[in-house]
């Protein structure tokens, strides 16, 4: 398996509702990123989870709240957010070492009301 | 400072010509890494190429290839015999230092290839 999948593909919320974006590898990677994209823009890195433990937060507001169960999965608590919110949220993952690429996840287009 | 930069406007580019993709980079950490992505317009984020700084010759994959001209902080993207299916944005980055996991990613250029 050398992908990663993501779910939903689209989500549309509320400005009160909680909802979470959910993100699997199965490549054996230690390294796990959130990425927020706006359109004709390049990916802002968010979060990123080395061996299971939060290693970079990007002063991202405490609305988004990431989650990493395991090794394989990478979950983004979402709750109270603001329209400009929408965006497409990608995930990545690599090895862990230095100089690897890192793969990403098709994303997930999400519209705040 | 621009870590990364990418200047060109969107680009038109017949089917079966090759197309080369301007990226110049800023560091000065003697240890990084460049990629090249490509995003087409379903979003998913698609690995085409790496160098690395020590690396003494171009990185080749398929019809990919990557200029690498280090005095001059180069490293453009070579697509030979384009394709429809290349139609897509594509984005530079680097990542600075060994064991780094931050990649920093340039503004991106669309490619549109025509037939």
């Known amino acids: 398996d050398t992908e990663v999948t993501q779910t939903p593909k689209h989500l549309v919320m509320g400005m009160t509702n909680k909802k979470s974006l959910k993100c699997e590898q199965h490549?054996?990677?230690?390294?796990m990123y959130w990425y927020k994209q706006k359109a004709k823009k390049p990916p802002e890195l968010m979060f990123v989870?080395?061996?299971?433990?939060?290693?970079i937060n990007e002063s991202v507001p405490s609305r988004f709240s990431p989650e990493c169960p395991n090794s394989s999965l990478l979950n983004l608590h979402l709750h109270a957010l603001q329209p400009e919110d929408s965006a497409l949220y990608l995930c990545a993952s690599s090895p862990g070492q230095a100089n690897n690429e890192q793969f990403f996840g098709p994303g997930t287009r999400l519209t705040v009301l | 400072a621009q870590k990364i930069t990418q200047t060109q406007p969107g680009m038109f580019v017949q089917e079966k010509e090759a197309v080369t993709l301007d990226c110049t980079y800023d560091?000065?950490?003697?240890?990084?890494?460049l990629f090249w992505y490509k995003q087409p317009s379903s979003g998913e984020m698609i690995f085409l190429i790496y160098q690395g700084s020590y690396d003494q010759q171009n990185a080749t994959e398929g019809r990919y290839s990557l200029n690498f001209q280090k005095a001059r902080k180069s490293a453009n993207l070579v697509i030979s015999a384009s394709q429809l299916g290349d139609s897509a944005m594509y984005f530079c980055?680097?990542?600075?230092?060994?064991?780094?996991?931050?990649?920093?990613f340039g503004k991106g250029n669309q490619v549109v290839v025509i037939p």
């Open positions: 989870y080395s061996y299971e433990k939060l290693s």
């Open positions: 490549m054996g990677h230690r390294a």
């Open positions: 980055a680097m990542r600075e230092g060994y064991g780094n996991n931050r990649l920093a």
């Open positions: 560091t000065s950490d003697p240890s990084y890494g």
